[in-house]
T-cell receptor, first 114, second 113 residues
Framework: DAGVTQSPTHLIKTRGQHVTLRCSPISGHKSVSWYQQVLGQGPQFIFQ???????GRGNFPDRFSARQFPNYSSELNVNALLLGDSALYLCASSRQGSNTGELFFGEGSRLTVL | QKEVEQDPGPLSVPEGAIVSLNCTYS??????FMWYRQYSRKGPELLMY????GNKEDGRFTAQVDKSSKYISLFIRDSQPSDSATYLCAMSESGGGADGLTFGKGTHLIIQP
């Protein structure tokens, strides 16, 4: 079975630009979460989506937004990029909603902002 | 004080040794506790998942949770060079859903052949 897939794997942007990252969950999983992992740190929670609705949000500015599609795939958008947005962006999926149990992560999209 | 504290290491041990990794936390509402393994430039892989206090064993891995002390541990028996990775502890109030998971910084583990 295919795991969580993310695209693109690597990308380089300049300050002020916007970026869209994509995620396909494991087949049968309806919940998608996004995390930001800065080098040398643990992942930080950005969003959780379940059944196409935002169910939870971490401490990130409004420049970060996301959505989930009817096929449960998801996009993370970041506007007005800052140097500090350079990080590995991880998508995770799980079967259920709020009490999800186990999260399964993808390989991530590595964003570099110059 | 961060919500989850984890020694970043590196922790270097010889092959075959028992490895002990641990985290402390401050939020007494955490009920779900996880350990993830992350190889360089890869996504985290779930190793162990426990609810509330107690022990859980899976092969060479044992997870312990002591909620009274706000302390969790992961033990790796008969460590192998392939166990060399960063180990992240994670925890949440509701299982990692709407409140997300709170991670430690990760401990970089090196198993010497």
């Amino acid at each position: 079975d295919a795991g969580v897939t993310q695209s693109p794997t690597h990308l380089i942007k300049t300050r002020g630009q916007h970026v869209t990252l994509r995620c396909s969950p494991i087949s049968g999983h309806k919940s998608v979460s996004w995390y930001q992992q800065v080098l040398g740190q643990g992942p930080q929670f950005i969003f959780q989506y379940y059944e196409k609705e935002e169910r939870g949000r971490g401490n990130f500015p409004d420049r970060f937004s996301a959505r989930q599609f009817p096929n449960y795939s998801s996009e993370l958008n970041v506007n007005a990029l800052l140097l500090g947005d350079s990080a590995l962006y991880l998508c995770a999926s799980s079967r259920q909603g709020s009490n999800t149990g186990e999260l399964f992560f993808g390989e991530g999209s590595r964003l570099t902002v110059l | 004080q961060k919500e989850v504290e984890q020694d970043p290491g590196p922790l270097s041990v010889p092959e075959g040794a028992i490895v002990s990794l641990n985290c402390t936390y401050s939020n007494s509402a955490f009920q779900y506790f996880m350990w993830y393994r992350q190889y360089s430039r890869k996504g985290p892989e779930l190793l162990m998942y426990t609810y509330s206090s107690g022990n859980k064993e899976d092969g060479r891995f044992t997870a312990q949770v002591d909620k009274s002390s706000k302390y969790i541990s992961l033990f790796i028996r008969d460590s192998q060079p392939s166990d060399s990775a960063t180990y992240l502890c994670a925890m949440s109030e509701s299982g990692g859903g709407a409140d997300g998971l709170t991670f430690g910084k990760g401990t970089h583990l090196i198993i010497q052949p």
